[in-house]
């Protein structure tokens, strides 16, 4: 058993003294473990965009840091003007990707504290945001240990579990949201089998969360996407994990591009579906899955990008390439948070939950 092993990788950290964020980047991934030393905006911009960081918590993590680097070196003399140099900051980095409701939640949390230090010095504030950049990646870690907590407490022993993409230790802070219950099941001699989708077209799940489990020592078998069905029917699976990038008020839940139709298997063949959601993921301002944007992104991703070749011809063929799908939440068994496990029907329970962050960060 060696979750360490995993967990020993920093997805995303501050390196302050030389005004760097580092981040693995993901894009090398199962070949090679390369930090990348990220010290202008655009790289961190360009990092995101690029998927060499990702997944929702870590996207959220990222930009924190990335706010406070981009103001850190300020000149400005008074708040109006280190305001409006944090605000060209803020609506840069917030503009690498639409659809992970963590980027803008991690914003405005720095956008927050800006407003909050108003009355204080230029250097002061600037300390208070390195302080807070630092605060949204340990409340992320502290989250991914409830969540696997409560997911834990839903599966048994000795069974098995599917999970798409990567909504791993390395899409976030630490543990992951989806792996977390898988993680502290390993530890706690749980034996699960878990089947990890490839999923298409970027292989988030191939790359990445198996060579996450695999070094964990977590038995883990990778399939095509289209063989989730077969396992399912085979009676493999038990219970399927993934995460999300936004949770609407309604339940319904936008996660990476496939995700859906898991759902709906899952559905058909009676295996709950269950979606790991920090609660900055859920947006309670977005009222159904209909009113998230959704990513699109560059064709080549689905026919180019992973081959020697071409995979289709390049004239006369269209691509669609949507980065995430939404979830109906009429599929979804339960979603887990770090505030407690919501289940149908989610316009209460969501509030609930919500309502239980605010007593308790009251
Ligand atoms: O495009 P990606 O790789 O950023 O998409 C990631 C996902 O869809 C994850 O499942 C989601 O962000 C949750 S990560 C804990």
Redesign the pocket.
């Known amino acids: 058993m060696d979750n360490k092993k995993t967990f020993d990788l920093e997805t995303v950290y501050l390196d302050d003294e030389n005004n760097a964020l580092v981040i693995i980047d993901q894009t090398l991934i199962p070949i090679e473990v390369k930090y990348l030393h990220l010290t202008e905006q655009e790289d961190i911009w360009e990092a995101i965009y690029e998927?060499r960081v990702?997944?929702?918590?870590a996207?959220g993590i990222t930009a924190g840091y990335g706010a406070y680097l981009g103001v850190k070196a300020s000149k400005a003399q008074d708040y109006e003007s280190f305001y409006q140099e944090f605000k060209k900051v803020k609506d840069y980095l917030a503009s690498s990707r639409p659809t992970?409701v963590n980027l803008f939640w991690a914003l405005d949390k720095m956008d927050a504290c800006v407003k909050k230090n108003k009355n204080r010095s230029i250097p002061e504030i600037i300390e208070a945001l390195h302080q807070q950049s630092e605060e949204i990646k340990a409340e992320d870690v502290r989250t991914n240990k409830a969540i696997g907590e409560y997911g834990l407490s839903l599966v048994q022993p000795n069974t098995g579990l599917l999970t798409h993409?990567?909504?791993g230790s390395l899409?976030?802070g630490k543990y992951?949201?989806?792996t977390a219950p898988m993680y502290l099941g390993h530890e706690r001699g749980y034996n699960f089998k878990v089947f990890a989708d490839e999923t298409r077209p970027?292989l988030?799940g191939a790359r990445i969360t198996t060579f996450e489990l695999a070094q964990a020592g977590i038995d883990v078998t990778l399939i095509a996407d289209n063989m989730a069905s077969t396992v399912m029917k085979n009676g493999w699976v038990q219970a399927v994990f993934?995460?999300?990038?936004r949770v609407a008020a309604n339940g319904d839940v936008a996660?990476?591009i496939g995700t859906s139709g898991v759902a709906i298997l899952a559905h058909e063949y009676g295996i709950p579906f269950y979606v790991c959601a920090p609660t900055s993921t859920i947006d309670m301002n977005c009222p159904t899955g209909a009113d998230i944007e959704i990513e699109q992104r560059n064709p080549e991703e689905v026919y180019k990008k992973w081959y020697a070749k071409p995979m289709a011809p390049e004239e006369g063929v269209k691509f669609f390439n949507p980065?995430?799908d939404v979830s109906d939440a009429k599929y979804v068994t339960a979603i887990i948070t770090e505030f407690g496990i919501a289940r149908p029907p989610f316009d209460i329970t969501l509030k609930q939950i919500m309502d239980k962050k605010a007593q308790e960060n009251a």
Do not use: E, H, W, Y
């Not at 990702?54 to 918590?57: I, K, L």
């Open positions: 998927l990702r997944g929702a918590p996207i992970a993409c990567n909504a899409a976030t992951g949201t989806a970027l988030q993934v995460g999300c990038d996660n990476k980065a995430f």
